[in-house]
């Protein structure tokens, strides 16, 4: 159920460790007793030209949809991420969008973005972007940290319109702590009943969490900038040894 949880994002903040120490870090980490918890090496677009022609499987952040002709010729890449023009982006975006990323036939994760209308943004935005066949990014945690709430309905919509999704920063820890999200609950919560989803992300005792494998399905993976804490955190609940 945990296998390739972990996308490693140590390139990003709070680490922002620079390409060679972050490509060592991840190599480390693959090479450790846990290196099937980690997925791919997520690394912004800007720095493709940098990297080494051994490197892990990737996750590319572009900046914006010109970012793309950067991707020309680049192997490894099965993932690509970008943040959504609004809350609720306009159809006319979303096929430029669509005709720009689909030549690269990878999957395409498209980050949500709140604002004051987000109970009916959400649905709009998930439901479009499950309209052209892309997958939803949801950030957790830095400048703006979305609500129980916020998040029970992203997760709620994407089962609905069967779009899977990815979840990036604050996910330090496996169990919600204090108004820190955590992973097992996401992990929980994707195939938690409806009426029970917020109650499920709210939860801070790890036994009361019941995990599907189904999980997976809906709720794919994590970017963390840290592999370790995630692990050391698995090991606490007693799920790794």
């Known amino acids: 159920m945990l296998e390739r949880l972990i996308d490693h994002a140590a390139l990003f903040p709070p680490a922002s460790m620079s390409l060679h120490d972050a490509l060592d870090e991840d190599r480390q980490a693959r090479?450790?007793?846990?290196?099937?918890?980690?997925?791919?090496?997520?690394?912004?677009?800007?720095?493709?030209?940098?990297?080494?022609?051994?490197?892990?499987?990737?996750?590319?952040?572009?900046?914006?949809?010109?970012?793309?002709?950067?991707?020309?010729?680049?192997?490894?890449?099965?993932?690509?991420?970008?943040?959504?023009?609004?809350?609720?982006?306009?159809?006319?975006?979303?096929?430029?969008?669509?005709?720009?990323?689909?030549?690269?036939?990878?999957?395409?994760?498209?980050?949500?973005?709140?604002?004051?209308?987000?109970?009916?943004?959400?649905?709009?935005?998930?439901?479009?972007?499950?309209?052209?066949?892309g997958r939803v990014k949801l950030?957790?945690?830095?400048?703006?940290?979305?609500?129980?709430?916020?998040?029970?309905?992203?997760?709620?919509?994407?089962?609905?319109?069967?779009?899977?999704?990815?979840?990036?920063?604050?996910?330090?820890?496996?169990?919600?702590r204090g108004e820190e999200h955590g992973f097992l609950n996401l992990l929980a919560a994707a195939t938690a009943p409806l009426d029970r989803i917020e109650e499920v992300l709210a939860e801070e005792d790890g036994s009361a969490l019941e995990l599907e494998e189904a999980s997976r399905k809906v709720f794919v993976s994590f970017g963390s900038c840290s592999w370790r804490e995630p692990v050391e955190g698995l090991q606490e609940l007693g799920m790794l040894q």
């Open 31 to 133: 090479e450790s007793p846990y290196g099937w918890i980690v997925d791919r090496f997520v690394v912004p677009a800007a720095k493709l030209a940098e990297l080494p022609a051994e490197r892990p499987a990737l996750s590319v952040v572009l900046s914006n949809l010109d970012d793309v002709a950067l991707l020309d010729g680049a192997l490894d890449v099965e993932a690509v991420e970008l943040v959504l023009p609004s809350a609720r982006p306009l159809s006319a975006d979303l096929v430029a969008a669509y005709s720009a990323l689909r030549p690269l036939d990878v999957e395409t994760y498209f980050e949500l973005v709140f604002d004051d209308g987000w109970r009916d943004d959400v649905p709009a935005a998930i439901g479009a972007v499950a309209a052209i066949g």
């Open 139 to 176: 950030r957790c945690g830095g400048a703006f940290v979305p609500s129980i709430e916020q998040i029970g309905l992203v997760v709620a919509c994407c089962r609905d319109a069967g779009v899977p999704f990815k979840a990036t920063a604050g996910l330090h820890h496996p169990m919600r």
